[in-house]
């Protein structure tokens, strides 16, 4: 279920952001995405910043601390954290702010090669030692035989959340966002969820194939992989289609 936006900052997240960047000289609320209570754009005399926060009565609260806890993992394919702090009500992460817009997954989008490139980088990265989710036992209600899991196993670091406001293209390429649900495992879930979204915004037949055998870095055989997988799809259908626990 979406988080409640709410448009402005409240007076005790305006004062934490200032005791970590300073007074701040401007304010913009940002309206796409759905886990964050606080959006918004800060500016201050000497940064800019994306802002995101929850209470710390929110019951996804944690999500917060995990995106924290990976941060330092994921430079190079997310934009930098400049702080994260939990105090008076609220959890705050503030983030470098990027200029740029929301990947676009549409058949012939101009975004398609930066966002595959930044696939192969992510595909890359191996889980940090900080607790993450699992995806065996994220995806434990979606097999019929829980032996299936063992195609689920890896100890690469998975980003999993592919709606298009998490990707973000710049001059530069592509970066990931919204790291809440990050999880651990084989290194081709990432790209066959990518390739999900991909189908779901039109007929991407040729291209597909293409990304299919060469986004996964790592693994350049997800494609064939994802043939092998065919009476285990259910489950990467059902994380598709709403976030797992």
Not at 95 to 108: C, I, K, L, R
Not at 123 to 137: D, I, Q, T
Not at 188 to 213: C, E, F, K, S, V
Request: charged residues 20%.
């Amino acid at each position: 279920m979406p988080t409640p936006r709410i448009t402005g900052l409240p007076a005790e997240g305006r004062s934490l952001i200032e005791k970590a960047s300073g007074p701040i000289t401007g304010t913009g609320t940002v309206h796409a995405g759905l886990n964050s209570t606080i959006a918004a754009t800060v500016r201050t005399d000497t940064d800019a910043l994306f802002v995101k926060g929850l209470p710390l009565s929110h019951p996804r609260v944690w999500t917060q601390q995990r995106e924290a806890d990976i941060a330092p993992y994921v430079r190079g394919v997310a934009p930098e954290l400049r702080w994260h702090v939990e105090a008076d009500g609220w959890s705050l992460l503030a983030f470098q702010y990027v200029e740029g817009g929301h990947a676009g997954f549409t058949p012939g989008s101009s975004d398609l090669s930066a966002v595959s490139a930044a696939v192969a980088q992510l595909a890359e990265l191996r889980a940090p030692g900080v607790e993450l989710k699992e995806m065996p036992h994220r995806l434990r209600g979606y097999v019929d035989d829980l032996a299936d899991l063992k195609w689920f196993e890896g100890d690469s670091l998975l980003h999993t959340e592919w709606n298009p406001h998490n990707v973000l293209v710049t001059e530069a390429g592509a970066l990931f966002v919204d790291r809440g649900w990050a999880s651990t495992g084989a290194a081709w879930i990432d790209p066959a969820l990518w390739l999900r979204w991909l189908m779901a915004y039109g007929p991407h037949r040729a291209a597909g194939r293409r990304r299919g055998r060469g986004a996964s870095g790592v693994e350049t055989r997800p494609a064939r992989r994802a043939r092998r997988l065919r009476p285990h799809s259910t489950a990467l259908v059902g994380l598709h289609r709403g976030t797992t626990p």
